[in-house]
């Protein structure tokens, strides 16, 4: 499942963050249970394939030719523990050329500690620091798309995580605020420049919206036009390479991060990158070739875990989104969501019509529930002041205690 491309690779990375060059300014975004090293494998290798000719080894030193492939969140207390689920999600792939890592924090101490166990260990090449989850676990805590709102605490999580990280560059992910009533994303980008990180992303939703409604790519045109010194990188309803385009284009940012569009479509990453590179190619799978990436993709799966029953246990929620727009039927799409061995997922495989083209439209478009707007859970008198009080302040250690996902 390869594009191939005639242009020319750019004689310097499309992107650069801190001492990484970038050479295709396309990074998949982190999420969790999804973006762990068996995936991230399948999206780097597909992005490879859309490199034009020897652009892998166009530049020295930490070079990622494909774009950048970050872990699942991983939370900072958890890291400094050393719990055992942690080591392993940060374990990363032996080829990986540039090992990045996201944090979920909302102590610095916390998460300096954790950013110089990465660095010290030499564990990660890029940190990259989560201010955009919505979920309520995290934001109900603080955490997340919540902590920019706290402007001081903000300001000092993301000043120690990059004190701590010396030499590997720091990046923040965020959202455009809790609600169109208290939205962060302007102060937060600029408190981040100021504090020295390489780069900043936006996804361009509030915590209310969650995933629901169209994101509003006006606002990364807003804080491109604010933070000037770094990379500013947009987020937020990038289903195609024409898409990922399209916002470069509209709003001037300088790469675009790329989530849910992927789900069930590691693939994408060809598209992505053939057409940061000026190509036209694009894969269009017939049915007979997503079954060879499911197998492919169970078996990292299996390899990584260790258990087979739990590698396939956690393929289960792909299935959906790699049959999406082929004719399976709901009694073949229901089993195949509850295999429990490699032989029963390709004897379920076997028994689909793979003699099917690639559908189209069908197959592309928006993945998974979009869902609706939802209040954010805030912790209690948390929209008060943009100030902490010292209350709150002996709380935070505590809070990282009760978020799981590393």
């Known amino acids: 499942m390869t594009a191939r491309t005639t242009t020319q690779a750019p004689a310097r990375p499309a992107l650069q963050i801190g001492p990484v060059g970038v050479g295709s300014p396309i990074v998949l975004a982190p999420m969790a249970g999804v973006t762990n090293p068996p995936f991230r494998k399948l999206c780097r290798e597909a992005g490879l394939a859309g490199l034009p000719g020897d652009a892998a080894a166009a530049a020295p030193g930490l070079h990622a030719p494909a774009g950048l492939y970050v ?27 540039v090992r990045s890592v996201q944090l979920y924090g909302v102590d610095p101490a916390t998460v300096g500690s954790a950013v110089r166990l990465l660095v010290t260990e030499d564990r990660a090449d890029h940190v990259d620091l989560n201010f955009g989850c919505p979920v309520p676990k995290v934001t109900r805590r603080g955490g997340g798309a919540a902590l920019p709102w706290k402007r001081d605490l903000f300001d000092a999580i993301v000043t120690e995580a990059v004190r701590a990280a010396g030499e590997v560059p720091v990046t923040v992910k965020m959202r455009m605020g809790i609600d169109d009533d208290h939205l962060t994303y302007l102060d937060a980008g600029r408190l981040a420049e100021r504090a020295g990180v390489a780069a900043v992303a936006l996804h361009a939703r509030t915590a209310a919206q969650h995933y629901s409604g169209q994101a509003r790519w006006e606002t990364i045109a807003r804080l491109k036009e604010t ?12 289903w195609s390479a024409e898409d990922a385009q399209e916002m470069m284009r509209t709003t001037g940012c300088d790469g675009v991060v790329v ?13 992505l990158v053939a057409a940061a590179h000026g190509s036209a190619a694009r894969v269009t799978p017939g049915l007979a070739e997503v079954a060879a990436v499911v197998r492919r993709h169970a078996e990292l799966m299996v390899e990584h875990f260790g258990d087979e029953d739990r590698g396939l246990r956690e393929m289960r929620k792909h299935m959906s989104w790699y049959l999406k727009g082929y004719v399976v039927g709901g009694e073949a799409r229901r089993q195949l969501a509850l295999v429990s061995t ?10 689909l019509d793979l003699d099917q083209p690639y559908p189209g439209e069908g197959a592309e478009g928006p993945r998974g529930r979009a869902g609706s707007p939802k209040d954010p859970h805030l912790p209690e008198g948390w929209l008060r002041s943009q100030d902490i009080d010292e209350e709150l302040r002996a709380s935070l ?6 978020v799981s996902g590393g």
């Open 71 to 97: 872990t699942e969140m991983i939370t900072s207390r958890a890291l400094v523990e050393r719990t055992p689920e942690t080591m392993r999600m940060i374990t990363p792939d032996p080829d990986e050329p």
């Open 342 to 351: 490699l032989a029963e997922l390709e004897e379920r495989l076997a028994a």
């Open 397 to 402: 250690s505590l809070a990282e205690l009760s």
């Open 227 to 238: 933070v000037r010194g770094v990379p500013v990188l947009g987020n937020g309803d990038i």
């Open 259 to 271: 989530g849910r569009g992927c789900q069930g479509r590691p693939w994408l990453f060809t598209d």
